[in-house]
């Protein structure tokens, strides 16, 4: 259950920083590059892939081993 919510704390942490970003660009102070981008991107797809994977999951067991797996394939 902690996994989880930390992965739903870092998902919320990705939400209120990326308007900032695109603020950001749109005023022509963009500092980051487009590989940051897509690592921020496939970043916030994993997480949520872990959520709905731990979701699913009740075993804490099964659990370690999902979150290794996940990570494993990243």
Do not use: C
């Not at 921020?40 to 081993?65: C, H, P, Y």
């Amino acid at each position: 259950m902690l996994v989880k919510l930390s992965f739903v704390g870092m998902l919320v942490f990705y939400h209120i920083n990326t308007p900032r970003f695109y603020k950001a660009f749109l005023q022509g102070n963009g500092q980051r590059s487009d590989r940051f981008f897509r690592i921020w991107n496939e970043g916030a797809t994993l997480m949520r892939v872990a959520v709905i994977f731990l979701a699913l999951l009740k075993d804490s067991l099964q659990v370690m081993f999902g979150v290794r797996g996940i990570f494993g394939l990243a």
